[in-house]
């Protein structure tokens, strides 16, 4: 299944080489949850029952959780056309009330969600430009009366192709401006526009827009997956790991100081050199099936088996350009020794 809102870095373009590699594990951990690309993209056919996600970022956290337990209720919050007002006013809301309510319901119960705040939060993050949303970097508080010249940090929605709601298809600016919620069926989800429907999800009611029927289908994917938000060593102890006969682990931690800062609300340039240090540890444990990602050169890996690729060029020119150029064709997949192996690739095989 495809996620319903762009995530730097996805890996969904390879998601069949990791499992390729990962096989049909019964245990899979997914430290770094992003969009959820590798595990929305596991095959129909694997067996494994026990799935973990974890993401240090709460309003992403926040958004799997309540996509699981409320699809309806986060769709209708998602159901929204683009607007630069409503943008800056539930910006100002998430990263101020919301923010608070959200780390308060988080820390006293592990299973706290709300729904509001995970569909202005997916309808918001496909309606900005740029790095930085619900981030609360910058002047993100209400000016006081009397304020010189503070202000508060605006951002402009998407205005071109880019700019495309929770489908990802908002229309051009000359269409009448349908928004997430268009009245045009299960077209509105078919990739790029065209084609067949995302998947074998339906609208299960006339009088409901498509995108309740989506939303309902990931729910459907996600139902017994554990949803975790913390730190992300929390979900690969020993204890964590326990349970099968073979586990697969993707790694796939914000990059070291070859890119740029800041594309994450929740952002760590040091964070992949442990994550590293965590495989080496553990590569001999013959359990273990570990993907880890990174740029080349990034890890020193002895033993392990490596896969270039290139990302998207879309994910280049989104990511700001300049060295970006070159970095995306420096892509890389490091396979433990344990992993089952994947078909060689190129960095001309994924990508243009």
């Known amino acids: ?42 095959p129909e056919w694997h067996t494994g029952t026990t799935e973990t996600v974890n993401d240090a970022d709460q309003y992403l956290a926040n958004f799997w959780r309540a996509l699981q337990a409320d699809p309806e209720a986060v769709a209708h919050y998602a159901d929204w056309p683009v607007n630069e007002s409503d943008l800056f006013a539930r910006h100002l809301w998430l990263v101020n009330e919301g923010r608070e309510r959200m780390v308060a319901g988080m820390e006293a119960d592990p299973d706290w969600y709300d729904a509001r705040i995970a569909g202005w939060w997916v309808w918001g993050i496909n309606s900005w430009i740029g790095s930085g949303w619900c981030s609360g970097k910058g002047p993100w508080k209400r000016p006081h009366l009397g304020t010189a010249g503070q202000g508060v ?14 489908n990802r298809k908002l229309p051009h600016l000359g269409d009448p401006g349908r928004g997430v919620n268009q009245p045009d069926g299960p077209k509105a989800f078919t990739r790029g526009g065209q084609g067949a429907p995302v998947n074998n999800w339906h609208n299960p009611s006339p009088d409901k827009p498509s995108l309740y029927g989506y939303m309902e289908a990931l729910a459907a994917r996600l139902r017994r997956v554990r949803v ?15 349970y099968g006969n073979t586990v697969g682990v993707f790694f796939d931690p914000p990059y070291g100081d070859v890119r740029m800062a800041d594309l994450y609300a929740t952002d760590d340039l040091t964070i992949a050199t442990d994550v590293a240090r965590w495989c080496r540890e553990n590569e001999n444990n013959p359990r273990y099936r570990i993907v880890l990602c990174g740029y080349e050169g990034e890890h020193d890996m002895p033993g392990w088996e490596v896969i270039a690729y290139s990302a998207s060029a879309s994910y280049q020119t989104a990511a700001g350009g300049g060295s970006n150029k070159v970095n995306r064709h420096k892509e890389r997949l490091w396979l433990s020794p344990s992993c089952r192996g994947a078909r060689q690739g190129t960095m001309w095989e994924v990508g243009s």
Request: hydrophobic share 40%; net charge neutral.
């Open 1 to 42: 299944m495809k996620a319903p809102f762009v995530w730097f870095g996805g890996k969904r373009r390879v998601a069949s080489w990791v499992w390729d590699a990962l096989g049909d594990v019964d245990n899979y951990v997914e430290p770094f949850a992003g969009s959820l690309a590798v595990l929305l993209e596991r």
């Open 153 to 166: 940090n605006r951002q402009l929605p998407h205005l071109g192709d880019s700019g495309r709601g929770v």
């Open 228 to 242: 975790c938000c913390g730190d992300w060593s929390r979900v690969i102890t020993d204890g964590a790991l326990s």
